[in-house]
């Protein structure tokens, strides 16, 4: 079975700096696709970022890119220009290409300091 | 277009009581999966429907059970509630994409006490 790992259960980053969100994940399918959902206080779960597998550039929007080692089965997320609308959790997820089912990571809340 | 939306938003029950949720696609959107957050557990799978046909189920008791409407729309049903049941239901749509690779967005939950 597909497994997740965030192994920074809190971070906390100053407005406007840079912070990266580690995320590791186990698999031996060929064909996936990986996310990052962020979920605020008022808990909507909103997509972030989505990386296919197959694909070797990095997703970038906006302030928020990845970085997407596959060998290493890697995938951390670095936000940029830090803004207090950023804190929240962060989930790292993985889905296998034939199937809808999401294997969320435990989150990383993430605090933004004025 | 408007999002996925989850009725009720909040619930609170008592133990062996059942409750049912409901859930409301994206407009297009055929697939709807179902996930329960919780403090200890996390977010964990529930089942997925498409079609009106579950296509996967998650680890839980037969107490889980849902389904879905020729319309898209989806409820979940738990019957005999058990405290543990508390939690936060979340429901996803997705377009399902012929070649896959679709993205799931999610509702706003459904915010379950068992007392």
């Known amino acids: 079975a597909q497994t997740v790992t965030q192994s920074q259960p809190e971070m906390s980053v100053q407005e406007a700096e840079t912070v990266t969100l580690s995320c590791t994940y186990d698999t031996s399918e060929s064909d996936y696709y990986l996310f990052w959902y962020k979920q605020p206080p008022s808990r909507q779960m909103i997509l972030v970022i989505r990386?296919?597998?197959?694909?070797?550039q990095n997703a970038t929007e906006n302030r928020f890119s990845v970085n997407f080692q596959k060998a290493a089965k890697s995938f951390s997320l670095k936000i940029s220009d830090s803004q207090l609308g950023d804190a929240a959790m962060y989930f790292c997820?993985?889905?296998?290409?034939?199937?809808?089912?999401?294997?969320f990571g435990k989150g990383t809340k993430l605090t933004v300091n004025p | 277009k408007a999002g996925v939306t989850q009725t009720p938003r909040y619930l609170i029950k008592t133990r062996g009581q059942q409750v049912t949720l409901s859930c409301s696609p994206i407009?297009?959107?055929?697939?709807v999966s179902w996930y329960q957050q919780t403090p200890g557990q996390g977010l964990q799978f529930l089942f997925e429907y498409f079609s009106e046909t579950q296509r996967n189920k998650g680890n839980f008791p037969g107490r889980f059970s849902g389904r879905q409407f020729s319309n898209s729309r989806s409820e979940m049903n738990v019957s005999t509630l058990e405290l543990g049941d508390s939690a936060l239901y979340l429901c996803?749509?997705?377009?399902?994409?012929?070649?896959?690779?679709?993205?799931?967005?999610f509702g706003p939950g459904t915010r379950l006490t068992v007392l």
């Open positions: 997820a993985y889905r296998s290409g034939g199937s809808e089912k999401l294997v």
């Open positions: 407009s297009g959107h055929r697939s």
């Open positions: 996803a749509s997705s377009l399902v994409l012929a070649g896959g690779g679709d993205t799931q967005y």
């Open positions: 990386q296919e597998a197959y694909k070797q």
